[in-house]
């Protein structure tokens, strides 16, 4: 079969790879990019953005609720999850059509297909519509993401569990839904649908919820949930699943207490992800994988490979789109002379609950495991004069600053606006300013950021 050359081939079109592909061609490069489903990869078709766009309909439904705390009552709350799916459909179709234009205007060609190595540098692509291509690239991205774990749990496969891809598809109001796992999709699926008017039973066999968070901060949010009416096992084994999601399930649950039973309606998975490394003939290309699957990669995302980097999940960088992205400024950098590296960056996150958590370097664990002396404040929501006007005064603001000197190691909020408050701080690390600095910046009233002010006023003086 004609092998067809190309200078820049990658493989999956995540948020990296996609961002990668229009710059190369851009620059003149003939260029491929094969993708197997997702226009754009699966921030926009499958995981943040439609996450994000049906969590603002629940976050409506709740607002309508909540109406006549505000004076503004209104009568009954109808939930029309169709009208939900069709809304967050019509941006994710926007999603497509803008990603085409731009495949289309940079001159990257997507290819629809299935591709997996057949010797190095080198993928047979199976193609959608029918037929082969082979495909060699002088510089070859592998940026593939990774799909949602299904546990080795007796039952849970037969029981065909929904995962963050059904779920956000769903035409109906689960009766019942029981969410495995309590890290951040767990979580934001789970409010999301209490506030559609499922019930909602979040089992989580590790010690917390949220398990890279400090105990105050996985308290704080279980505690919010809680209060919106969401159920939480936290501890349990889950040793048995019988039924099939979207009619009866029971799910067992192990615990020193005992054994117990839940009947539910349906079981959405959120409990991990697996890289999509698997079965596409990584060996033949020599490509080598860590224990987990995931690409081994340097520092600057070379594989063991020459002219091969992995971009994203699969190659086990922080499992957000911004740090994919991140990926491919790395590799574009370092490509025309550059030394960036994978080391160090500065890398925060928000998980969509109403009210969100970000955070954005240490938490008090890490800088405990790093031995590190550090100063602690913290701040009520309730203290915040914005949340006094929008009556959002749930979380707090906690922020690590250096024992010795006045650097900010690390901030975290469970408040309204946290992700856009974090990037405040954030900028302030970045600028490597005293965290005086900060506290002493004339911050607009009434906004949730000038919280940080009295936040900052409230950090120890250095022990002596
Ligand atoms: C429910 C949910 C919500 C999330 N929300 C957020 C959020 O709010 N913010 C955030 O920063 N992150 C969020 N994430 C994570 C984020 O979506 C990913 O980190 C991000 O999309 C980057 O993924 P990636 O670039 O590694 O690969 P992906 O975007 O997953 O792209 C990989 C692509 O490769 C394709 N592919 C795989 N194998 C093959 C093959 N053999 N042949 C051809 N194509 C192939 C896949 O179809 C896919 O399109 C969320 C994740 C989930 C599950």
Request: with cysteine; net charge neutral; charged share 25%.
């Amino acid at each position: 079969m004609k092998v067809e050359r190309f200078e820049i081939l990658v493989l999956g079109s995540g948020a990296g790879g996609k961002l990668l592909s229009w710059h190369m061609a851009r620059s003149g490069r003939r260029t491929a990019v094969v993708e197997r489903r997702w226009i754009g990869g699966s921030c926009p078709n499958v995981n943040c953005m439609p996450s994000k766009n049906e969590i603002q309909s629940a976050k409506v439904a709740s607002l309508l609720r909540h109406g006549a705390e505000y004076g503004a009552r209104a009568r009954g709350v109808e939930i029309d999850m169709a009208a939900v799916r069709a809304r967050k459909r019509a941006m994710v179709d926007g999603q497509i059509a803008a990603h085409l234009h731009a495949y289309q205007t940079s001159g990257a060609e997507l290819i629809m297909g299935s591709g997996r190595f057949v010797a190095p540098k080198t993928l047979e692509v199976r193609l959608n519509d029918g037929g082969t291509r082979v495909l060699t690239g002088d510089r070859v991205f592998i940026n593939v993401g990774t799909h949602a774990a299904i546990p080795a749990v007796p039952g849970l496969e037969a029981a065909l569990a929904l995962t963050n891809i059904e779920a956000l598809e769903l035409d109906y109001l689960p009766r019942h839904l029981i969410v495995l796992g309590g890290g951040y999709v767990g979580l934001e699926f789970a409010q999301a649908y209490r506030r559609f008017g499922s019930r909602v039973t979040v089992i989580e066999h590790g010690k917390q919820l949220m398990a890279r968070e400090d105990p105050d901060v996985s308290e704080a949010l279980q505690r919010i949930l809680a209060d919106e009416g969401v159920d939480f096992l936290v501890g349990p084994e889950l040793t048995r699943v019988e039924g099939r999601s979207g009619k009866e399930v029971t799910l067992v649950v192990r615990s020193p207490a005992g054994e117990q039973r839940i009947e539910g309606s349906d079981i959405l998975v959120a409990a991990g992800r697996v890289p999509n490394t698997a079965d596409i003939g990584l060996d033949k290309a020599g490509v080598e994988l860590d224990t987990r699957g995931f690409v081994h990669v340097n520092e600057r995302l070379e594989t063991s490979a020459p002219d091969v980097w992995a971009i994203g999940e699969c190659a086990g960088s922080p499992q957000f789109t911004h740090v994919s992205e991140d990926d491919f400024r790395i590799i574009r950098d370092n490509l025309v002379g550059g030394r960036r590296s994978t080391r160090d960056r500065l890398v925060p996150y928000c998980m969509f609950t109403d009210p969100p958590l970000a955070r954005v370097g240490l938490s008090e664990a890490d800088a405990q495991r790093q031995g590190l002396d550090v100063r602690v404040a913290r701040l009520p929501m309730s203290s915040v004069l914005r949340a006094q006007t929008t009556g959002e005064m749930q979380g707090f603001m906690k922020v690590l600053i250096a024992g010795r000197d006045d650097r900010i190691l690390g901030f975290t909020m469970i408040g309204p606006e946290a992700g856009e408050v974090v990037a405040t701080v954030q900028t302030a690390m970045l600028a490597e300013l005293p965290y005086s600095r900060l506290r002493d910046a004339v911050l607009a009233h009434p906004t949730m950021a000038e919280g940080l002010g009295p936040l900052l006023s409230n950090v120890p003086s250095p022990a002596e």
